[in-house]
């Protein structure tokens, strides 16, 4: 196991583009470190790097106690999973796991003791005589993991291993992937563009945008506490919502937005150091979706919003309310790098003057299409960005 260390790298590639711009990280000896960003963010990159993979412009990368600039991949002790298993197709299961240990001239009751350990583990003792070809996609990606597990390095570096897989497959192999390092402890960092996957398998999560740190850590302070409007546009599922909005000082503080009024608590104001001086002022507003609730089912003390629902999508566990508010949608270049990786800013325009947004109710929620309905809101966490710089007003970070 090994700490990883990233000082000030950059990765330029011809043509003056930056792959990674000044990044700063550090990985602790056994952790699970999730990259996470939208397509061409430089998370690839960075793992690449720390693989040696890449060779970076500047800055220095340490795995453990060495500086491993100049060495080779075979040199710096790390094993790597991608994204397409990378098996050798005449082997079988037995030699794909072994293959890498007898490289290295590694005694045979050594290779066979390992060998099998990690077979077990993973459940592959009945595939060992298989060949790729013979086993399932879910089957391939373990024995990719093993031949990984095998070289016991001190480190594992992960390309979206589970892209591949389909749906219900990727979230039982997320909890294999969780097992497997609470058992093995081995230092763990993992790409991916899946952000649901980041959250549920990061003990710390760095988010990138266009090469550089937005934010690193843990999955529920990336949730309560974004750092600015991309990471909170980002992190999210369904996304924040966003409006402009005045703060005013009516009997008790308040957020005025689209013929709508949300009353701040107190204790919240007082956890936003900085938020005073917006008073009289416009700010982005950022609600969660999960801070939404049918108001027959949610406390009385919430603020109601009423609204004219467009789309429920029923989930079974919850439902997804589409309506929209009377403004503008929010026009800043985070929140729509932000959710051009999944494809939204595609969706078909509203009229004029309107915003979609989303809010997630109780699975019993009598709530229905067309309908009038009237929204609760859990004001306690509601998030406050400056409109210029983009940033959360009143974050430790800034």
Known sequence: MAQIVLDQVDKVYPGGVKGIDGLNLEIGDGEFMVLVGPSGCGKSTALRSIA??????????TIGSRVVNDLPPKDRDIAMVFQNYALYPHMTVAQNLAFGLQQRKTPKDEIKRRVGEVATMLGL????????????????????????????????????????????????MRASLSQLHARLGVTTVYVTHDQVEAMTLGQRVCVLRE?????????????????????AGFIGSPAMNFATAELVRDDRPTAVFAGHRLT????????????????GKEVILGIRPSDFEDSTLAEPAWPRMPVEVSVTEELGSEIHVIFAIDAPQVQHASITQARAD???????????????????VAARSPIKPGSSAQLAVDTSNLQFFDPASGLAIGHPAN
């Open 52 to 61: 040696g993979l890449e060779e970076i412009t500047s800055g220095t990368i």
């Open 125 to 172: 003792e009945d595939y060992l005589a298989r060949k790729p070809a013979a086993l399932s996609g879910g089957q391939r990606q373990r024995v990719a993991m093993g031949r990984a597990i095998v070289r016991e390095p001190q480190a594992f570096l992960m390309d979206e291993p589970l892209s591949n897989l389909d749906a219900k497959l990727r979230v039982s």
């Open 211 to 231: 090469g550089r740190l937005q934010q690193a850590d843990t999955p529920q302070t990336l949730y309560n506490a974004p750092v600015n409007l991309f990471v």
């Open 264 to 279: 701040i608590p107190d204790a919240l104001l007082a956890s936003r150091p900085g938020l005073d001086a917006y008073f």
């Open 342 to 360: 999944d494809g939204e800013d595609e969706a078909i325009p509203l009229a004029a003057n309107k915003t979609q947004w989303t809010a997630r």
